[in-house]
């Protein structure tokens, strides 16, 4: 039996917590009130120490990305809270921000005392308008009591944050297409080098983190990093939000520590496959993570463990297909998904991808043959890597994957040899 | 050689920023550090008011944002939520993606298709609704999913959905 860790969720269902009475009243803004006792370096050191890693996808240490920010500051910092969450199987972020607003703000005027920024932005998905609503009026008790504007707590420290709609693009979700896109422009990524922590949003140094990553840091500061590091594996610590979707008869979002089972996931807060079925496969953090067959789904839901196991943890969001699944099919979803969202900038992306659909689509057209299976295996190798963002990969990947491990499912397609 | 008409001054006259439109986007321009940040949300509120992003709205944005109406064009083209076209008074977007389509969208398609007689993409003669398909809404855990207008509509089956549209009128 696995037992649910509720630090981020533990408001869930609670009413009232974006008024900050409330909030404080659970031991809210202790956190901040501690972190603002310590210099920034010093917190940013704590948080290098809790080993806290980035929540959206990449599982990059936090403090160590706020550390890529310039020593001297000769013009404005900025910080960004990525909350354009869309990558389907993925809806974990969207529980913070309605259910525990403050809890994202705080931890957002601790990430801003930490990296000296000036303001904040969360950029929120478009679709998402009553969460803006939710997270506008959250932010506007905050300056009430003196947790956000000038001279916050008499420290001296002036911070705010502004919300902005996204308009329906997950490559916004991309960290320098999310800052083109509060740029006002179309939201394709940028080339790299320079990093944001350098050059970012008005070219000024920008961090860009996940809602839930800065959630986790009201709990780093009011309990120390050592705390922290209690849950979790060595590698990575915390709690991680899993959201379960697809055949199960409990679908929803859960919070366990990092390094959980994800059998044990399925089976105990998942409530396993529905209707009696038995399971096929398993997606395991959101449909860019390569897919898992039901005897590979033994394992540690981590960033390292998930690597080991030939996926990823991505960002939690976990799939679950029960055995009439067609394999086919999902594949098809997917890359619907990867060529309507690719930005276009990159050839192998809009090009490579397109051409994936066409043969998927040719295959479940029954007009498939099975060379085409073969040219999607290489084209697929040949997108990875060539793109100059991760959304080429993603795509690619994922369908690379499938096909790899249900074979038979595409071949049993190709009707006319 | 033929020069193509400006998209941008169709019925000119018809599509004019509302004083509280404009107002908001002036004061929205002067709150981020930079004025072509507020180009997303002037977006939205623009759509608010006519349903859709009439061509002729936006030289006028581009006057309130100090920038050119290409510039604006090319973000408008670019995010899937802002409409170049009139939609419905009830724009219906279905997710078709994984999670939703592992637990029946495909029905729900079909189902919303045949009630308002319309395919994915058009709009009933009435104007009342649109239908469209969208990818990925960030609702998986309550699939299948839809959206009316603002409005999230979760854990969708068929009897659901012709409640829904009676409540619609």
Same mark, same amino acid.
């Given at each position: 039996?696995?037992e649910?860790?509720?630090?981020?969720?533990?408001?869930?269902?609670?009413?009232?917590?974006?008024?900050?009475?409330?909030?404080?009243?659970?031991?809210?803004?202790?956190?901040?009130?501690?972190?603002?006792?310590?210099?920034?370096?010093?917190?940013?050191?704590?948080?290098?120490? #809790?080993?806290?890693?980035?929540?959206?996808?990449?599982?990059?240490?936090?403090?160590?990305?706020?550390?890529?920010?310039?020593?001297?500051?000769?013009?404005? &910092?900025?910080?960004?809270?990525?909350?354009?969450?869309?990558?389907?199987?993925?809806?974990?972020?969207?529980?913070?921000?309605?259910?525990?607003?403050?809890?994202?703000?705080?931890?957002?005027?601790?990430? =801003?005392?930490?990296?000296?920024?000036?303001?904040?932005?969360?950029?929120?998905?478009?679709?998402?308008?009553?969460i803006?609503?939710?997270?506008?009026?959250?932010?506007q008790?905050?300056?009430?009591?003196?947790?956000?504007?000038?001279?916050?707590?008499?420290?001296?420290?002036?911070?705010?944050?502004?919300?902005?709609?996204?308009?329906?693009?997950?490559?916004?979700?991309?960290?320098?297409?999310?800052?083109e896109?509060?740029?006002?422009?179309?939201?394709q990524?940028?080339?790299?080098?320079?990093?944001?922590?350098?050059?970012?949003?008005?070219?000024?140094? *920008?961090?860009?983190?996940?809602?839930?990553?800065?959630?986790?840091?009201?709990?780093?500061?009011?309990?120390?990093?050592? *705390?922290?590091?209690?849950?979790?594996?060595?590698?990575?610590?915390?709690?991680?939000?899993?959201?379960?979707? =697809?055949?199960?008869?409990?679908?929803?979002?859960y919070?366990?520590?990092?390094?959980?089972?994800?059998?044990?996931?399925?089976?105990?807060?998942?409530? =396993?496959?529905?209707?009696?079925?038995?399971l096929?496969?398993?997606?395991?953090?959101?449909?860019?993570?390569?897919?898992?067959?039901?005897?590979?789904?033994?394992?540690?839901?981590?960033?390292? #463990?998930?690597?080991?196991?030939?996926t990823?943890?991505g960002?939690?969001?976990?799939?679950?297909?029960?055995?009439? +699944? #067609?394999?086919?099919?999902?594949?098809e979803?997917?890359?619907?998904? &990867?060529?309507?969202?690719?930005? =276009?900038?990159?050839?192998?992306?809009?090009?490579?991808?397109?051409?994936?659909?066409?043969?998927?689509?040719?295959?479940?057209?029954?007009?498939?043959?099975?060379?085409?299976?073969?040219?999607?295996? +290489?084209? #697929?190798?040949?997108?990875?890597g060539? +793109?100059?963002?991760?959304?080429?990969?993603?795509?690619?990947?994922a369908?690379?994957?499938?096909?790899?491990?249900?074979?038979?499912? &595409?071949?049993?397609?190709?009707?006319?040899? | 050689?033929?020069?193509?008409?400006?998209?941008?001054?169709?019925?000119?006259?018809? @599509? !004019?920023?509302?004083d509280e439109?404009?107002?908001?986007? $002036?004061?929205?321009?002067?709150?981020?550090?930079?004025?072509?940040?507020?180009?997303?949300?002037?977006?939205?509120?623009?759509?608010?008011?006519?349903?859709?992003?009439p061509?002729?709205?936006?030289?006028?944005?581009?006057?309130?944002?100090?920038?050119?109406?290409?510039?604006?064009?090319? !973000?408008?083209?670019?995010? /899937?939520?802002?409409?170049?076209?009139?939609?419905? $008074? @009830?724009?219906?977007?279905?997710?078709?993606?994984?999670?939703?389509?592992?637990?029946?969208?495909?029905?729900?398609?079909?189902?919303?298709?045949?009630?308002?007689?319309?395919?994915?993409?058009?709009? /009933?003669?009435?104007?009342?609704?649109?239908?469209?398909?969208?990818e990925?809404?960030?609702?998986?855990?309550?699939?299948? !999913?839809?959206?009316?207008?603002?409005?999230? @509509?979760?854990?969708?089956?068929?009897?659901? !959905?012709?409640?829904?549209?009676?409540?619609?009128?």
């Amino acid at each position: 039996m696995i037992e649910q860790k509720k630090i981020l969720t533990r408001h869930v269902g609670v009413k009232g917590m974006e008024k900050v009475e409330n909030y404080e009243r659970d031991g809210g803004y202790i956190g901040l009130k501690k972190a603002l006792e310590k210099t920034p370096q010093e917190f940013v050191e704590e948080v290098k120490k #809790s080993f806290l890693r980035g929540r959206g996808g990449a599982g990059f240490p936090t403090g160590f990305k706020w550390s890529f920010l310039p020593k001297e500051k000769d013009r404005p &910092f900025y910080l960004i809270c990525n909350a354009d969450e869309g990558e389907p199987g993925t809806f974990k972020d969207r529980v913070i921000m309605e259910h525990d607003p403050l809890l994202l703000i705080e931890g957002m005027t601790i990430a =801003g005392y930490a990296t000296r920024s000036d303001l904040g932005f969360i950029y929120i998905r478009g679709e998402f308008k009553w969460i803006a609503e939710i997270l506008e009026r959250a932010i506007q008790n905050a300056r009430n009591a003196n947790y956000l504007g000038k001279n916050i707590l008499g420290k001296g420290f002036d911070f705010d944050i502004l919300v902005m709609r996204g308009a329906g693009a997950y490559i916004c979700g991309e960290e320098t297409a999310l800052i083109e896109s509060l740029e006002g422009k179309r939201g394709q990524p940028r080339v790299r080098p320079p990093f944001p922590a350098n050059v970012g949003l008005y070219g000024c140094p *920008t961090i860009v983190n996940n809602v839930e990553t800065f959630a986790c840091l009201p709990f780093i500061a009011r309990q120390g990093a050592g *705390t922290f590091k209690l849950m979790g594996t060595f590698q990575a610590s915390g709690t991680k939000l899993y959201g379960i979707s =697809g055949h199960v008869n409990k679908p929803g979002v859960y919070e366990f520590p990092m390094g959980t089972n994800l059998k044990d996931m399925i089976q105990y807060a998942g409530g =396993g496959v529905r209707n009696g079925k038995r399971l096929k496969a398993i997606i395991p953090g959101g449909v860019s993570a390569p897919i898992l067959k039901a005897d590979e789904i033994d394992i540690a839901m981590d960033f390292d #463990s998930c690597i080991k196991a030939n996926t990823m943890l991505g960002s939690g969001g976990i799939i679950v297909m029960d055995e009439d +699944t #067609s394999i086919p099919e999902v594949a098809e979803a997917a890359i619907n998904f &990867f060529v309507h969202e690719s930005c =276009g900038q990159c050839v192998p992306c809009r090009e490579g991808l397109q051409k994936i659909q066409q043969m998927l689509s040719d295959l479940m057209n029954g007009k498939g043959k099975k060379e085409h299976i073969d040219q999607i295996l +290489t084209l #697929s190798k040949t997108i990875g890597g060539a +793109t100059l963002c991760p959304l080429g990969d993603a795509g690619s990947m994922a369908i690379y994957t499938m096909i790899t491990k249900f074979r038979d499912e &595409f071949e049993a397609l190709v009707t006319n040899e | 050689m033929a020069v193509s008409p400006s998209p941008y001054q169709t019925e000119a006259s018809e @599509y !004019v920023l509302s004083d509280e439109v404009v107002a908001k986007i $002036k004061q929205l321009a002067a709150q981020f550090p930079q004025r072509n940040s507020a180009m997303l949300p002037a977006l939205h509120l623009i759509q608010d008011q006519f349903g859709w992003i009439p061509p002729a709205t936006i030289p006028q944005l581009a006057q309130l944002l100090h920038t050119t109406p290409n510039r604006i064009y090319g !973000v408008v083209t670019f995010y /899937t939520m802002f409409n170049l076209k009139p939609v419905g $008074k @009830y724009h219906i977007q279905v997710c078709r993606n994984v999670s939703c389509s592992l637990l029946g969208a495909k029905h729900i398609i079909e189902h919303l298709s045949r009630k308002l007689k319309i395919k994915p993409g058009e709009t /009933t003669k009435d104007k009342k609704f649109t239908l469209s398909l969208v990818e990925c809404l960030g609702a998986c855990g309550m699939a299948p !999913v839809m959206m009316i207008n603002d409005q999230y @509509y979760e854990n969708l089956d068929a009897k659901k !959905v012709d409640a829904i549209l009676k409540s619609l009128k």
